[in-house]
């Protein structure tokens, strides 16, 4: 697959204008409209994210995390480079050897010692034991990377999901109060015709019954609301009584053309962090091995050093005769030749570890598949469900008008026109939830595809 197209499936995932928009007159499109008693700080989903991409614990954690593999990776270049130091002694003899000499004891030394070297280390030759580990701390800090890039992932993911949480949940009190508008007009209508003599006490009582058992709901509903409001402030760091709420357009829920399935496994096989990072695992279980077999290997070095020697009775040496210069330059060679089988066992482990980390990416590469064709499918069979039930909610609508006509014409019986009311309930309740499951699939999937994150760095800009 070209970039080519997997740029246009990046760009499909990423576009808006899919499923046909709803008429102004389709009932449908106001159930999702922002509920506009709500006062406070408003931000949209994306700067939400881009909140919580800067102060949630997980990103920070997962920064401080690559740095150190930054660092590491630092330090295994540093074998490349010869080691060069300093070191200086002084000493002060508090009591002097002595030898004999005939009769008496002679003292021996000086009361003052002094020296100072530069020493220099350079490994010229390790069977590949420096340039291995240099390797494979590479590979480990691009895993720290994608690491921080899957944390970015399923940070974004859960900022999504609470979003559309909270999106639904307004959607959910919009629909309650309208059905407990709708069940409040039908029992001032019921009241109205006892009056008349045209429905029983008992009518009213059970219109009435109706109306209280649709109020719960309705709190029910307002409780979600502010529930996804407080997880939203929890997730971004914010205090619970933080008046910071979440804004939303109808582009936030429109939904994109899926791209074919090849595309789309495509994407996550470049995209996705997990399988980069698996994939990395693999290739880190290479080099461990080629630094394990480099323990058998002779290490050739290169030592020199240059250093100053002197011996006073007292204070600091002032002559020539007090102190001397000396260097010494040479090659040292360790040859490992027995070990008890030290070595031999650490390169039967890093092989094992290298078919484990084999087999972990295929299983991670299947599961991914997986994931990818799951999310696509459940995108596809909300998407249908959306246009379904936008057409049956204006029938539902229709039909209770018409029933609402026949019952005030004496036509048809209030349990009808009770139906009818529930209808339209169930209606909207499905179409809400059609299209929650739609865009709830679409995070699904491109995070499965791993775009997720930037698809919305792009957005708005």
């Known amino acids: 697959m070209n970039k080519m197209i997997l740029g246009c499936a990046a760009c499909l995932l990423a576009a808006a204008p899919v499923l046909a928009a709803p008429s102004a007159k389709d009932p449908a499109s106001d ?29 920070i954690d997962a920064a ?161 609301f502010e529930l996804g409001n407080l997880y939203l402030r929890q997730i971004l760091n914010r205090d619970p009584e933080d008046g910071i709420y979440l804004t939303w357009t109808e582009k936030d829920l429109r939904v994109p053309p899926t791209p074919p399935l090849d595309e789309l496994y495509a994407l996550a096989m470049k995209y996705r962090p997990e399988l980069v990072m698996s994939k990395l695992a693999v290739e880190a279980a290479h080099y461990s091995i080629q630094l ?61 570890a290298y078919e484990q980390a084999v087999a972990a990416y295929k299983n991670r590469l299947k599961n991914v598949r997986i994931q990818v064709k799951d999310a696509y499918l459940n995108l596809e069979e909300a998407k249908s469900r959306i246009e ?19 019952y005030r014409n004496g036509l048809s019986s209030r349990l009808e026109l009770n139906d009818a009311t529930a209808n339209v309930n169930d209606s909207d309740l499905q179409y809400v939830q059609a299209v929650y499951d739609a865009v709830i699939a679409l995070s699904d999937l491109r995070y499965a595809v791993g775009v997720e994150v930037s698809l919305y760095e792009k957005k708005d800009n």
């Open 292 to 352: 394990a077999k480099s323990g058998h290997m002779p290490v050739l070095a290169l030592t020199a050093d240059y250093s100053y020697n002197a011996y006073t009775d007292h204070g600091f040496p002032q002559h020539r005769n007090q102190y001397y210069w000396a260097s010494n330059a040479g090659l040292s060679l360790n040859i490992p030749l027995f070990e008890g089988f030290k070595n031999s066992s650490r390169v039967t482990q890093q092989e094992l």
């Open 64 to 224: 401080k995390t690559r740095e150190i593999y930054q660092a590491k990776l630092q330090e295994a270049r540093a074998s490349f480079y010869p080691t060069v130091s300093l070191s200086g002694t002084y000493g002060r003899a508090l009591k002097k050897a002595r030898m004999p000499l005939g009769d008496t004891l002679l003292e021996v030394g000086k009361n003052n010692t002094f020296s100072a070297a530069a020493g220099l280390d350079y490994i010229l030759w390790s069977g590949g034991q420096v340039r291995n580990n240099a390797k494979l701390a590479g590979v480990q800090a691009e895993e720290s990377l994608y690491q921080y890039k899957h944390t970015q992932s399923l940070v974004t993911q859960q900022v999504v999901k609470f979003c559309y949480d909270i999106i639904y949940a307004s959607a959910l009190i919009r629909v309650q109060e309208e059905y407990l508008d709708i069940a409040k007009q039908h029992l001032a209508e019921t009241r109205a015709r006892y009056r008349e003599g045209l429905s029983s006490n008992l009518d009213v009582l059970n219109q009435k019954v109706q109306v209280e058992n649709i109020e719960p709901q309705v709190m029910q509903a307002k409780k979600n």
């Open 388 to 406: 379904a039930t936008r057409g049956v909610v204006q029938q539902a609508r229709e039909n209770l008008n018409a029933q609402m006509l026949r």
């Open 31 to 59: 159930l999702f409209k922002e509920r506009v008693e709500v006062d406070g700080e408003k931000i949209s989903i994306k700067q939400a994210i881009d909140l919580a991409l800067q102060d949630s614990y997980q990103i």
